[in-house]
């Protein structure tokens, strides 16, 4: 089954595919839907990256499951990465 | 409130002294001024009048994101801040990098005006379109870092952005910036002062709402341009692999390197060897960090050794820091930036008006100006790591020496007098960051700044790679048939002039310069950043257009001044460290600025905006034709219009 993977040592922190995905999912840009949730520790400075299916129910409940962006040439999560850190896995 | 595309629509107001709060729609001020800088300045004219002092509770404050911030326009990412400067007495404004600007549009305003005075320390909290004010007793005394952490704790959410003062802005040090991310800075011009006159210790804000395009289609296609442009840019390459810092040894051999409080703008080669953008990506970097929509993430997360605080670690550090700590200072352990970077942002100090007042100080004390008895027993030594440690949290404390270095160097150098004014190197009374006596058009740029010394308003890096710009584009760019040399003054007004209008059109859609024609002629233009405008918004505008808003925006700045701090064409001349001492080593060795092709480049400048020769001040002409007879109309009422 296909699958975003999320190559984490890549992934420079900076919430863009957050934007692209609520885009896809809405119009909108509201990263607080986003099926993708990235955040870092103040602190520690690591950086999560959460998918959906990795999210707390009331979390589920808020925001839109990931489609791959099944009307999109590509998911807009992967080709909005400035570090090519999201790829697609497996097939459909 | 009504519907504006690409805005949150609502512009918070907050009266600290009372309490109120209240908000008011935004599109009255968006097509005059853009956004983000462009409407801050339009408040800031309009509410605060001559006779306040930049302490006075009279002073607003100002967040202000930008119209293209919240969307995925590369590099919309910018939060600016405004108010009355406390360094110059005129336009304060600074502008940082992080997520602070986009969260708040999230959070349903474009832009918080602040007025009035806390009785006891406040922050603010926004949540969703709810803002409080609540008390901030807790945090006063802590550092940025430490406000930071408490308050994500306590409110409970990773994903609060938070921007705060530290102890520099609480003990009013001029010196004082804004902080947000822990390394972002909202600096120069003395804004984190402002905000602990007002007893502000910090703004956080948390948003789930959106912000709507009005074309969404148009909107994605100008998005896929503008990466595209920056894609095939070989000089975007260079900013994505080194951060602003890639350009260590071809900017020395300009000679732009401030050395000793600038006795010399030629750093020793073998000193700047050790310090090359590769040693830190070995030696120290733990990975990068990027911001939202940004294409480049050219920011930098290093792990650094702090003797007896273990390690540190920190996001870090720019170009200037370099020229900052290491040249200015004349210090070459590589590691030390990042130390110095790290602590200055926990202080809330800017790091460039900090190490400028640091290095006057040190001259000051090789001169024997200064003694052990004015600097509390230190020895104040060029190359030294723990003074300069050691004088930072004095500044920020405002303790012994600290509390006259705090004042920045012109304040500080009237203070101390004994001949230290010949050695206090600022423009309108902003401690000078830039190292000028090489590149005119750069020098141009600096000393003409609306907000005092800063390379960010006119200043050009063109002309340092002028032999590669082609004619067709310096025409079409900048209305010149060829970009000169850095030693020719010829040309240099129009590059400044272009460059204000440019710098005041990202500030004020929140976009980075470092996305635009200023960093590299190959990347974005007025067109560009006019067609991502038009379709997120719905207002159609042209690159023109945009450029004219820019010259509005630079004007009401230029008024600001002349009204408030009274600067006339004198205040638009190099210190005379640059016109009486020329550079001392390397390729450009007796290289100085010329008093009297100065007042040529003046002359033009003043012309090309229309502006009065012999005062430097605005005429009625030229205001009329940027549709500010508003402003035309105050400054006529203080005598300070030529008609």
Known sequence: MAALQIEHPRCVGCRTCELACSFHHTGLFKPSISSLRIFWDSMTKEIRVLQHDNLTDAEKMKRFPCDLCKTEALPLCVKYCPTQAISVVGEE | ?643
């Open chain 2, 1 to 643: 409130m009504r519907k504006i595309f690409s805005f949150a629509g609502r512009i918070l107001r907050v009266d600290l002294t009372s309490g109120k709060m209240w908000t008011e729609c935004t599109d009255q001020y968006a097509l005059s001024f853009l956004g983000g800088r462009g409407v801050n300045q339009w408040i800031l004219f309009k509410e605060v009048k001559p006779w306040m002092t930049a302490f006075d509770p009279g002073n607003r404050l100002i967040f202000g994101s930008g119209a293209l911030v919240g969307t995925l326009a590369p590099c919309a990412t910018r939060l600016t801040v405004d108010a009355k400067s406390p360094v110059t007495g005129g336009v304060g404004s600074g502008n940082s990098c992080g997520f602070f600007s986009a969260e708040l549009k999230f959070a349903g305003y474009d832009h918080i005006v602040f007025q009035g005075r806390a009785r006891s320390p406040v922050y603010l909290w926004i949540d969703d379109g709810k803002a409080e004010l609540r008390d901030a007793s807790f945090l006063w005394g802590k550092s940025t870092w430490e406000t930071e952490e408490i308050l994500k704790n306590k409110l409970g959410d990773e994903q609060i952005q938070i921007a705060s003062i530290g102890p520099a802005g609480e003990n009013l040090a001029r010196t004082a910036c804004i902080i947000t991310n822990q390394a972002r800075a909202v600096g120069r011009c003395g804004l984190g002062a402002v905000m602990g006159s007002k007893n502000l210790k910090a703004v956080a804000v948390r948003g789930k709402l959106p912000v709507e395009v009005a074309r969404p289609k148009a909107f994605m296609a100008a998005v896929d341009h503008a990466l595209e442009v920056i894609r095939k840019s070989e000089r975007a390459n260079d900013l994505k692999q080194w951060g602003t810092y890639g350009r260590a040894t071809k900017l020395n051999e300009a000679c732009l390197y401030p050395v000793r409080n600038f006795q010399d703008d030629f750093w020793d080669p073998s000193k700047l060897q050790k310090l090359l953008p590769e040693a830190y990506k070995t030696n120290w970097e733990v990975r990068r960090q990027g911001y939202l929509a940004c294409p480049f993430y050219c920011s930098h997360l290093y792990e650094v050794e702090t003797g007896n605080c273990g390690k540190l670690l920190c996001e870090g550090f720019e170009f200037n820091s370099i020229w900052n700590f290491m040249s200015r200072l004349d210090i070459d352990d590589p590691s030390a930036v990042i130390r110095l970077h790290a602590f200055c942002n926990k202080y809330g100090l800017d790091i460039d008006s900090s190490s400028c007042v640091i290095a006057w100080a040190i001259e000051c004390y090789e001169r024997g100006i200064l003694t052990e008895e004015d600097t509390d027993g230190l020895k104040l030594e060029w190359g030294n790591e723990d003074v300069v440690l050691e004088l930072l949290r004095k500044i920020a404390h405002r303790q012994g020496i600290g509390d006259i270095l705090a004042e920045g160097c012109q304040k500080a150098s009237s203070l101390v007098g004994r001949g230290a004014e010949r050695y206090a190197v600022h423009l309108k009374g902003q401690d000078s960051m830039e190292a000028m006596r090489a590149a005119k058009g750069w020098a141009l740029g600096c000393c003409v700044s609306t907000r005092g010394g800063t390379h960010t308003r006119g200043a050009n890096l063109v002309e340092l790679s002028h032999e590669v710009i082609d004619p067709e584009l310096a025409k079409r760019l900048w209305g010149i048939s060829k970009v000169e040399g850095p030693s020719s003054y010829e040309g240099k007004a129009q590059l400044v002039t272009y460059y204000e209008k440019l710098q005041a059109i990202v500030d004020s859609l929140g976009v980075c310069l470092f996305s635009s024609v200023w960093w590299s002629p190959d990347l974005l233009t007025p067109e560009d950043y006019a067609r991502l405008y038009s379709a997120a918004t719905g207002y159609q505008l042209d690159g023109q257009d945009l450029l004219l808003i820019g010259e509005r925006i630079h004007n009401i700045e230029k008024a600001f001044n002349t009204l408030h701090a009274s600067f006339t064409r004198e205040d638009d001349y190099p210190p005379l460290r640059f016109t009486e001492e020329v550079i001392s080593s390397g390729p450009l060795q007796g290289e100085r600025l010329m008093k009297e092709k100065w007042d040529r480049v003046l002359d033009e400048y003043y012309e090309l905006h229309g502006w009065d020769k012999a005062t430097s001040w605005q005429t009625a002409k030229c205001l009329q034709k940027l549709g500010l007879q508003e402003v035309a109309e105050v400054l006529r009422k203080m005598g300070m219009l030529i008609e």
